[in-house]
């Protein structure tokens, strides 16, 4: 994971003969803050939360996860996540099309800044 905020197990992607999807798990980290505000250009992302509390800043809008809760964002939604809770957060992320399309927003908005 970025910033040595958690770390990521691999499920299915390119590497084992995936063409059109990333599937992993995220284990977040207790107090390791938000990830960057950024955004996908083609990608979908879908997170699933299976245990743990998850912060989610959505166009600047902030949402509480829990488990088994379920979040689409689509191509080109600025969108940050970490941890919320008192316990590691375990995520199922899901990335389609795969590849590099991570791009980090400059302009973050006041809701990822309160959490700092």
């Not at 958690?6 to 284990?27: C, Q, S």
Request: hydrophobic letters at 40%; charged letters at 20%; zero cysteines.
């Amino acid at each position: 994971m970025r910033w040595n905020r958690g770390v990521t197990h691999k499920l299915v992607d390119p590497e084992v003969g995936a063409a059109n999807l990333d599937l992993h798990i995220n284990v977040i980290n207790v107090d390791s803050g938000p990830g960057p505000y950024h955004y996908h250009a083609r990608s979908e992302n879908i997170y699933v939360v299976l245990e743990g509390t998850v912060w989610a800043i959505v166009e600047g809008e902030k949402y509480i996860l829990e488990k088994d809760d379920v979040v689409f964002i689509p191509p080109g939604v600025k969108h940050a996540a970490g941890n919320g809770g008192t316990v590691p957060a375990r995520v199922i992320e899901i990335y389609a099309p795969p590849g590099p399309d991570f791009h980090i927003v400059e302009d973050e908005p006041e809701a990822l800044n309160a959490w700092k």
